[in-house]
């Protein structure tokens, strides 16, 4: 095998068998498999607590595995952490941004960090400001600007520098309408251009038709992961929205705990009271989609 | 039941803002021998100003100012936080014996500066000749009458509803009570009485036709905000404290940090040097520096500028340190792939710049008694 080709067939992001939580002993996520190729848009969608922040978490490194592994391009944090780190650009869900620094500044920070050049990094400030309406704003302080410019920072800044993967969280959040479309087709851009993209999002309907495949979570675990089609033959719904699909998936989960709970009630008194996301059995086995990866390698 | 609830509230408010802002008036205590040495240079400038000072017609009117500043300026703390309209309107009858408590809490203090104003302002007044020191003491007790009744009228102040009523009635407050403090200090203490009571009648009369809340809450609330902000202005003033976060301002100089090298290995000086330029700590570094530098001139003795250039060269090391430490953010450390040990050293570097630039000038002044 060509070294060129190896380097293609690794996939940007790989999460296997991850299992990991905030208190000692109780795993909020449980069994996670999924992985992003470049070129790859991957939804990781999920109710309010479902744990996708969490996996993000663990894949920034902020957060330690307590089982499975985070590869990225096939590394690991520990043994390559500069390498991995320049891998990706995060948005995250809030903004972080430093108060002193202006707009134009915090793009150039992140392009100086990132190694892009100073000519390529200017150029390309001026084109995504006039994409996001970001011109007139870009020698302003954070606190001077809204929550959504706030966040079209985080965007600007990851953008500018082209990483190989894009971790994106909630985007959308007081994004204007412009904005959201420019964003959507950016990505579509960087998609095509070989990036690879891990998007969590609440917005279904804006991700539906941008993204490959999607891991759908809930309470800590893979419910379902697919393409669209895969999660409508799941679900029996041929002509289903993600929103639709995503809907009946949760309902289904929901019926199927309550059922289980009243079989435990039934033979254990005790009521279990574990582990949440371990002590569940795995919605996903039963269906028609295996949960082994996001894009179904 | 309620009243004792809302007056436990207030209690509780005020304990948990001293604890909170005790380390910070501990790191302030560090410059007390800074402050000590510019104390010491104002009395000698107050001093040289009252040997050269003859009786002439304005100087009541000039004494007048400071002490009427401090009768007609009251600060009530109210301890009441943007939630308490929602929370705490149910018990928005009982908020009388709260205001009372505030104010009553409030009072000491503002007699006690009121009548420290006073009391500085007497060695001046003095120059005049037209009064004795015991005459003078009574004029400060009547200060304090008129103190006491500007706080209840402040208080009539607040409760109105339009805004530009309010700053009517404030102007006429102290208006009159300049007026009475002039009075006072030419005609004595029992003119002051008079012309305070005449005060009190006038604008407790023509405040009565004026719409008022029972309590102001929005005007209350933004009051104790005010108080606040006025507490970590006077803080972060010579030192960098936790409640300055986020108080970045604009700065022509941060142009500098465009002249940083575009590469990865310098991103950290670029960072920290924008952070620097545009925190607090930018004037802080230029206060200590200057205080230290105008104090170190007008000492005679060249060990004794050096040792004050020593002491702030000190001072702006502790200050400085705080430069890099609001890194301690874990989510924003995994925003860019910048390694720790990078970040860390780039801090240090920009910290030890500054440093040695404020060092330079604080030595200035020993080094040219020394040379010249």
């Known amino acids: 095998m060509a070294p060129r080709d190896a380097e293609n067939r690794t996939p940007l992001l790989r999460v296997e068998r991850l299992s990991g939580g905030y208190v000692p002993g109780k795993n909020v996520i449980s069994g996670i498999d999924f992985q992003v190729a470049a070129g790859e848009m991957v939804g990781l969608i999920g109710l309010n607590g479902a744990g996708k922040s969490t996996v993000l978490k663990h894949v920034l490194g902020l957060m330690k595995p307590r089982e499975g592994d985070i590869r990225m391009r096939g590394m690991r944090l520990a043994e390559h952490p500069e390498t991995y780190r320049k891998t990706y650009a995060w948005v995250p869900e809030s903004p972080l941004l430093y108060p002193e620094l202006t707009v134009r500044e915090h793009v150039r920070l992140a392009a100086m960090a990132y190694g892009v050049s100073e000519r390529e990094a200017e150029a390309e400030t001026r084109h995504l400001a006039a994409l996001f309406q970001m011109e007139s704003k870009l020698d302003a302080l954070p606190a001077h600007l809204s929550k959504g410019m706030r966040q079209k920072i985080m965007l600007l800044s990851a953008l500018v520098v082209r990483p190989p993967l894009y971790l994106i969280d909630e985007p959308f959040l007081g994004l204007d309408p412009l904005g959201i479309r420019a964003l959507l087709d950016l990505l579509a851009e960087r998609k095509r251009e070989g990036a690879g993209i891990l998007i969590c999002s609440h917005i279904l309907s804006a991700i539906e038709r941008r993204c490959d495949c999607f891991v759908v979570l809930h309470h800590g675990r893979m419910m379902a992961a697919g393409n669209m089609a895969d999660l409508r033959a799941r679900t029996g719904m041929p002509d289903g929205s993600l929103d639709d699909v995503f809907v009946a998936l949760v309902r289904h989960a929901g019926t199927e705990e309550a059922e289980a709970g009243r079989s435990d009630a039934g033979t254990n008194p005790a009521g279990g009271g574990t582990d949440p996301a371990d002590g569940r059995k795995n919605p996903t086995g039963g269906g028609t989609i295996p949960a082994k990866g996001a894009n179904g390698k | ?372």
Request: hydrophobic residues 60%.
């Open chain 2, 1 to 372: 039941m309620i009243a004792d609830r809302m007056g436990k509230l207030a209690r509780e408010r005020a304990d948990r803002f001293w604890r909170r802002i005790m380390p910070e008036l501990r790191l302030f205590g560090h410059y007390l021998p800074g402050f000590f040495l510019v104390g010491l240079v104002a009395l000698f400038l107050y001093d040289r100003l009252i040997e050269q000072l003859q009786p002439a017609p304005w100087l009541p009117a000039m004494c007048a100012l400071p002490v009427t500043a401090s009768v007609a300026w009251v600060r009530v703390r109210t301890w009441l936080q943007p939630a308490d309209p929602v929370f705490v309107m149910p018990a928005e009858s009982a908020m009388g014996g709260y205001v009372r408590q505030v104010i009553l809490a409030a009072w000491p203090g503002q007699l006690l500066a009121a009548a420290g104003t006073a009391l500085a302002v007497w060695p001046l007044f003095r120059v005049q000749g037209v009064m004795t020191f015991g005459a003078y003491g009574a004029v400060i007790f009547a200060l304090l009458v008129l103190k006491t009744a500007n706080m209840l009228l402040w208080w009539r102040e607040q409760q109105m509803a339009h805004g530009r009523i309010r700053a009517v009635f404030a102007l006429l407050r102290w208006a009159g009570t300049f007026l009475s403090v002039l009075a006072g200090l030419l005609l004595g203490a029992a003119v002051l009485l008079i012309c305070a009571a005449f005060l009190v009648s006038v604008l407790l009369t023509g405040g009565r036709r004026v719409v008022r809340f029972a309590l102001n809450w929005e005007r209350m609330i933004a009051l104790e905000r005010r108080a606040l902000a006025a507490w970590r202005r006077f803080l972060g003033q010579f030192a960098a404290t936790e409640t300055d976060g986020g108080a970045a301002r604009p700065n022509p100089f941060a142009r500098l940090a465009g002249f940083i090298r575009h590469a990865p290995e310098n991103a950290g000086h670029y960072l920290y040097l924008l952070v620097w330029l545009r925190s607090p700590l930018f004037g802080i570094t230029l206060r200590l520096t200057a205080i230290g530098t105008a104090i170190a001139a007008a000492v005679g003795d060249a060990w004794l500028k050096a040792g004050i250039g020593v002491l702030f060269a000190a001072a702006l090391h502790v200050q400085l340190k705080e430069l890099g430490r609001d890194e301690g953010a874990v989510e924003r450390e995994h925003l860019l792939p910048l390694p720790e040990a990078g970040r860390k050293k780039a801090a240090r570097d920009v910290r030890a710049i500054v440093w040695f630039v404020g060092t330079l000038l604080l030595a200035v002044p020993a080094v040219l008694s020394l040379v010249i």
